[in-house]
C-alpha cells in the first residue's frame, strides 16, 4: 500500500494531478493526498504515466539510424546539462528518459510542467526576499509623495459642538498640527477629541486662510419625520382640552382644582404648597378637560412657563382678597407667550374683604378685558367654600374648546411632553407623561431626551393599570432606562437599537456642549478670572425625589448668589442620599441638601464619621433661606468709620531720641491709645495713621475725653505744628445683606 502523497513525490507530480488522474483511471474512492493505493493500482499508474508515455511516443516516431542515435544522444546531453535532469524511479526509466529525452520533453515533461507551473508561481511569491517588499514599498510611498494636493477649501461649515477631529476634518489640516497651534499660539492643552468653543475655532481657520460657518446641531426631531405619516382629515377626531392653572401662591388653585376633582390634594402637599406638577383628568357634561397644576411661587417661575407651553387653555387664578400680585403678571406673560387663551377665575370671592370689581380693573390695566365691559376673556366668580361658580369654569373652559376645534389623529404612534419624572424604589423610574397625539399602548418603544425604553406599565391619573392612553390624557409609566428631563418630548418608535442609538448620541451631545462652554485663559478674560478666584462659594450636592424640585432648588440657590459669594452645585439627582455623595462631599468640602429625600443607612453613618454636613427639607424657601443666610455670614463686611473725637494742638514738644509730642486739649469725644488719627491743617489732611503714646502728664492713657489736656505722639511722623487738628477715628466692621449687585 503507498500514500498518493508519496507516489507523487517519487514521480515528480503534484498531489492533485495525481489524483485527477486516478479520477480519470476509474479510482473513485481516492480524493485526498492521504489515501493508500495498492500494488496493483500503483503499478498501474507508472505504467500510464511514465512507460506508457514513452510508448505513445515511440510508435509515433520513426525509426532511426544508429548516427541519428548519436547525434540524438548528444543533443540530449546537451539539453539535460541546459534545462537538467527529470527525477525517476528506477535506474530503468532514468536510462529510457536519457535515451528519448526530447520525446519525454514534448510529452510527459510539458505534462508535468504545466501542472505544476501555477504552485511554482505561488511558491515563488511566498519566499520573495523582504527587500523586494521594502523596495516596493518605498517605490509606492515615493509615487504618493509626488501627487500633487488637493487645494484647500476658502470656506467650511462647522456644526457646534465640534471637536478638535472635527475642525481637523473640516480643514483638511492634521489634527496635530491643530492641536501644537493651540498649545505654542493660545497655551491651550487640547486633546484629539477636546472640544472647542466657536470662537477658537474661527479663529483656527483664519490662521489656516479659511473662513468658518459656524451652525449649531439640528434637533432630532427630523430623525423621526420619516417614520411620520401625513395626518388624513378623516382620521382627525375631537380631543380634550388641556388646561393649565396659573396664578399667584396661596391664591387657591390647588384648592380650586381639588373642588373640582373632589379629593383632597392639597393636604398632602407640604407646607400647602404645591410642589410639582399634576395632571388630572375629569369628566363633565360627557365630555373630558385635562387639567395640569402648576405651582404659584416665583421659585417655580420656569415649571410654570412648562405647563404654559403644553397647554391649549389657561385658568388664572385670581384671589379676590389679594388682587393681582407679581407672580399673577408672570403668569399672564407666560400664557401670552404660549399664545394660549385666558380664562379667569376670581376665586376667595366669599371672604368679607373680597373686592371683585378692583380685581376686574387691575386685569383690565393688564390688557384682560372682561366680557362684560366689552373684551374677550371670561371672568368667572369662584369659592372653594361655598362651591360657587365651578359648573360655570367648566361650562366656560369646554365653550373656549368648542371655539378652538381641537382635534387630533388616535390612530398613530403616541407623541407628547414629559411633565415630571422620578425614580420609584420598587418600580424603578417613573416618567407622567401627557399624550398630546396618537395612542400610546403597553409595550411601546418611547425615546424622550436621553432616556428610552419599551413601556411596562401604564396608570392613569387614579393610579389604576390601564393598556393604552389616547390624546390628551395624563399618565404614568415605567420602564425608561434613566430620568428623562421635565419638558422633554417623547416619542413612539419602533426599534429600541435606534432608539438607544439616539439617546446615546443626545446624551454626548450634552457632554460636549458642557464641555465646549468652558473658556480658558486668554489676555481679554484673564481678569475676569483673577476675579474669579476671589470669590467665595458653597459647595453643595443636591438630592430630591423629583427632577422639577432639583432644577427648581438649583434655579433658586443660583438666584441669591451675587458677585461676591455663590453657590456651587457640585452634583444633583434623584433619589436618596448615597455613600457616592457623601464621599463627594467630604472631598470637596461640600454641604449635602436633600429635598424630600432621606440619607441611607450606610451614607448617614459615613456622614457621621467624616462631619459631613447632610441638611433636610421639606419646602423649598427653607433650604434657600438657610443657604442664604449661610452666604450672608461669608460676605466680608462692610467697613464704617466712626469719629471718636477732635483735638487742637496748642503746644509742640521736642524730645531728644523719641520726637515732636504734641501738646493737646481734647475739644469734642474721647482719644483712644489704639484709634486711628488723621492731621489736618487748613482743611487738608497731611498724614493718617496710629497714635505711638497717649499720655496725662506723665502717666499713660488708655482713653482722654472732652476738656482735659493730654500729650499725644503720632507713630511716624514729626511735622505737628500749633494750632493744628487731630481727629480721632476707629473703623468697625458691619455685617452685610445678601442683595443683588
Known amino acids: 500500500m503507498v500514500r498518493i502523497n508519496k507516489l ?52 509515433k516516431e520513426k525509426p532511426v539510424t544508429p548516427k541519428a542515435k548519436k547525434a540524438s544522444a548528444k543533443k540530449a546531453s546537451a539539453e539535460k546539462k541546459d534545462e537538467g535532469s527529470v527525477k525517476t524511479v528506477s535506474k530503468e526509466t532514468e536510462s529510457t528518459v536519457r ?29 520573495r526576499p523582504r527587500r523586494f517588499d521594502k523596495r516596493t514599498k518605498e517605490v509606492v510611498s515615493k509615487e504618493k509623495v509626488s501627487v500633487q494636493p488637493t487645494e484647500r477649501e476658502e470656506k467650511v461649515t462647522i456644526e457646534l459642538p465640534a471637536t478638535v477631529k472635527d475642525v481637523s476634518a473640516a480643514l483638511g489640516v492634521k489634527a496635530g498640527d491643530i492641536i501644537s497651534k493651540l498649545l505654542i499660539g493660545h497655551n491651550i492643552f487640547a486633546t484629539i477629541n477636546q472640544a472647542l468653543d466657536g470662537e477658537l475655532i474661527e479663529m483656527i481657520g483664519i490662521e489656516y486662510g479659511v473662513e468658518v460657518e459656524l451652525k449649531q446641531a439640528k434637533e432630532d426631531e427630523e430623525e423621526f419625520s420619516l417614520e411620520e405619516e401625513v395626518d388624513r382629515v378623516e382620521d382627525l ?11 399667584h401662591v396661596d391664591h387657591g388653585k390647588t384648592s380650586l382644582l381639588d373642588s373640582i376633582r373632589k379629593t383632597d390634594i392639597a393636604a398632602s402637599e407640604s407646607g400647602g404648597i404645591t410642589q410639582h406638577i399634576g395632571a388630572y383628568r375629569v369628566e363633565t357634561n360627557g365630555k373630558s378637560v385635562v387639567f395640569l397644576d402648576t405651582p404659584g411661587h416665583e421659585a417655580f417661575t420656569a415649571m410654570r412657563a412648562r405647563g404654559a407651553n403644553a397647554t391649549d387653555l389657561v385658568v388664572l387664578v385670581v384671589a379676590a382678597d389679594d388682587g393681582v400680585m407679581p407672580q399673577t403678571e408672570e403668569a399672564i406673560n407666560h400664557a401670552r407667550a404660549a399664545n394660549v387663551p385666558i380664562v379667569v377665575a376670581i376665586n376667595k370671592v366669599d371672604k368679607p374683604e373680597s373686592n371683585v370689581q378692583k380685581v376686574k380693573q387691575q386685569l383690565a390695566a393688564l390688557e384682560l378685558n372682561p366680557e362684560e365691559w366689552g373684551g374677550k376673556v371670561q371672568m368667572i366668580e369662584t369659592s372653594v367654600v361655598t362651591k360657587m361658580g365651578l359648573d360655570a369654569l367648566l361650562d366656560g373652559l369646554l365653550l373656549e374648546a ?13 407623541k407628547g411632553i414629559v411633565l415630571e419624572a422620578h425614580v420609584h424604589e420598587g418600580r424603578g423610574v417613573i416618567a407622567n407623561l401627557l399624550v398630546r397625539e396618537g395612542t400610546l399602548r403597553h409595550g411601546d418603544i418611547i425615546l424622550c431626551g436621553q432616556a428610552f ?25 415605567s420602564g425608561l432606562s434613566t430620568c428623562p428631563e421635565a419638558g422633554d418630548k417623547f416619542y413612539v418608535i419602533k426599534d429600541i437599537q435606534k432608539a438607544r442609538e439616539i439617546a446615546a448620541k443626545r446624551e454626548r451631545k450634552i457632554r460636549e456642549v458642557s464641555l465646549s462652554g468652558r473658556q480658558h485663559v486668554t489676555l481679554d478674560n484673564l481678569y475676569q478670572k483673577i476675579e474669579d478666584g476671589q470669590v467665595k462659594e ?46 463627594l462631599a467630604d472631598a470637596s468640602d461640600a454641604v449635602v441638601i436633600g429635598f424630600h429625600v432621606v440619607p441611607e443607612d450606610k451614607a448617614r453613618t459615613l456622614a457621621e464619621a467624616c ?52 501738646g493737646c486739649y481734647v475739644k469734642s469725644g474721647k ?23 497717649l499720655r496725662i502728664v506723665k502717666d499713660d492713657a488708655k482713653e482722654v475725653k472732652a476738656g482735659y489736656e493730654c500729650g499725644i505722639k503720632i507713630a511716624g511722623f514729626d511735622d505737628i505744628k500749633v494750632d493744628d487738628v487731630i481727629e480721632s477715628y476707629e473703623i468697625q466692621h458691619v455685617a452685610r445683606t445678601l442683595t443683588k449687585e
Open 8 to 59: 507523487a513525490k517519487d514521480l515528480g507530480f503534484k498531489n492533485s494531478f495525481l489524483i485527477e488522474k486516478c479520477q480519470e483511471y476509474g479510482f473513485v474512492n481516492i480524493k485526498h493526498h492521504a489515501n493508500a493505493l495498492t500494488d496493483e493500482q500503483v503499478d498501474l499508474l507508472r505504467n500510464k504515466l511514465v512507460k506508457g508515455a514513452e510508448q505513445d511516443v515511440a510508435v
Open 99 to 127: 535515451r528519448r529525452i526530447p520525446l519525454w520533453k514534448q510529452k510527459a515533461r510539458e505534462e508535468l510542467i504545466k501542472g505544476r507551473w501555477k504552485e511554482v508561481t505561488k511558491v515563488s511569491q511566498q519566499k
Open 237 to 247: 377626531m375631537p380631543r380634550a382640552p388641556i388646561v393649565t392653572f396659573l396664578g
Open 402 to 414: 368648542e371655539v378652538l376645534e381641537l382635534k387630533a389623529v388616535f390612530k398613530k404612534p403616541a
Open 453 to 477: 425604553g419599551r413601556v411596562r406599565a401604564i396608570y392613569n391619573d387614579h393610579g389604576k393599570v390601564i393598556k393604552e392612553a389616547e390624546s390628551s390624557t395624563p399618565v404614568a409609566i
Open 538 to 583: 458653597i459647595n453643595i450636592i443636591l438630592k430630591a425625589d423629583f427632577k422639577g424640585s432639583v432644577e427648581v432648588l438649583k434655579k433658586s440657590l443660583e438666584k441669591i448668589s451675587t458677585n461676591e459669594v455663590r453657590t456651587k452645585i457640585l452634583h444633583s439627582g434623584v433619589g436618596g442620599i448615597t455613600e457616592t455623595d457623601i464621599l
Open 611 to 662: 462631619g459631613v454636613d447632610v441638611r433636610l427639607y421639606k419646602v423649598i424657601y427653607d433650604a434657600t433661606n438657610d443657604i442664604k443666610d449661610a452666604l450672608e455670614g461669608m460676605l466680608t463686611p462692610d467697613k464704617v468709620e466712626q469719629i471718636l473725637g477732635n483735638v487742637e494742638v496748642r503746644k509742640v514738644f521736642k524730645v531728644s531720641k523719641i520726637g515732636n509730642i504734641a
Open 671 to 693: 482719644v483712644l491709645r489704639n484709634s486711628l488719627v488723621r492731621l489736618i491743617r487748613d482743611s487738608v489732611v497731611l498724614y493718617e495713621g496710629k497714635i505711638a503714646t
